[in-house]
């Protein structure tokens, strides 16, 4: 059974940071695209940055420049740096894999809360 679990979520003052890192297991082949997604109480999830299986990255507008998407395909591990955290940050972040027959897989999330 595929997972992915999240970890290194937290509270942080604005201007601080945070790394996140999500684990995959299960997966024989790994996964294509990679990307962490957040969502907040009552809105709809969104997606943060994406990486590709050859690490090309993409970013949402309002993180561009903050955070640094990165994976290791051997490990099978997703990351997350986030740096200038805004209190408009604050999300669950979720993890999120497309394997080589397109499906989906999610991560339970981790709460990144910053404080003003």
């Known amino acids: 059974q595929v997972q992915l679990v999240e970890s290194g979520g937290g509270l942080v003052q604005a201007g601080g940071s945070l790394r996140l890192s999500c684990a995959a297991s299960?997966?024989?082949?790994?996964?294509?695209?990679m990307a962490w997604y957040r969502q907040t109480p009552g809105k709809q999830r969104d997606l943060v940055a994406r990486?590709?299986?050859?690490?090309?990255?993409d970013y949402l507008d309002a993180v561009n420049g903050r955070f640094t998407i990165s994976r290791d395909n051997v490990k099978k591990t997703l990351s997350l740096e986030m740096n200038y955290l805004k209190v408009e940050d604050t999300a669950v972040y979720y993890c999120?894999?497309?394997?080589?027959?397109?499906?989906?897989?999610w991560g339970r999330g981790t709460q990144v809360t910053v404080s003003a």
């Open positions: 999120n894999g497309i394997d080589w027959s397109g499906k989906d897989y």
């Open positions: 990486i590709s299986y050859g690490g090309r990255p």
């Open positions: 299960g997966s024989r082949f790994g996964f294509n695209d």
